[in-house]
């Protein structure tokens, strides 16, 4: 039995990152938007706004999830790459996935925004020297964590979504 909340199961921290385990990374990275972008083609309004759980999201407020925390992350990253491992400012995503425009407004501008995005983030990310991926930020609540964890976090972000939205298709039989 699939745990709907972790469709693809907690993320697990990588016991070591090799360039092999970055580019996969990386590739997940510059993969979402078209996979997200395949997940929600042909979806109705209707189930746009159908939740993937009970008590879980709708399908509109996660893909505009998957903007607000991919700008947020990737801003995290270039501030570790031109500070001193900085302290990051903290969102509260579920207030943010509440306000009107995750909940009502079309997600075509959401999907734009990570087609730019995750085309800038990949390009960056490939730019990195060894040094780069071993910076690091501090999260308040999470304390320091390097780029090598936060991209591999973020790779598993986006399958997670993802599977929220492509189990949820196919449990209420929205072939497409």
Known sequence: MID??????KFQKPAVFTDELREQFIQTLEQLPLSLRSAVEGLTDEMLDTPYREGGWTVRQVVHHLADSHLNSYTRFRLALTELSPTIRPYDEQKWADLTDAKHAPIGSSLAILDGLHQRWTTLLRSFSEEDWNKTFIHPDLGAMSLDMATALYAWHS???VAHITLLTEREGWNK
């Open 4 to 9: 709907l909340r972790y469709p693809i199961g």
């Open 159 to 161: 399958e997670h979504h």
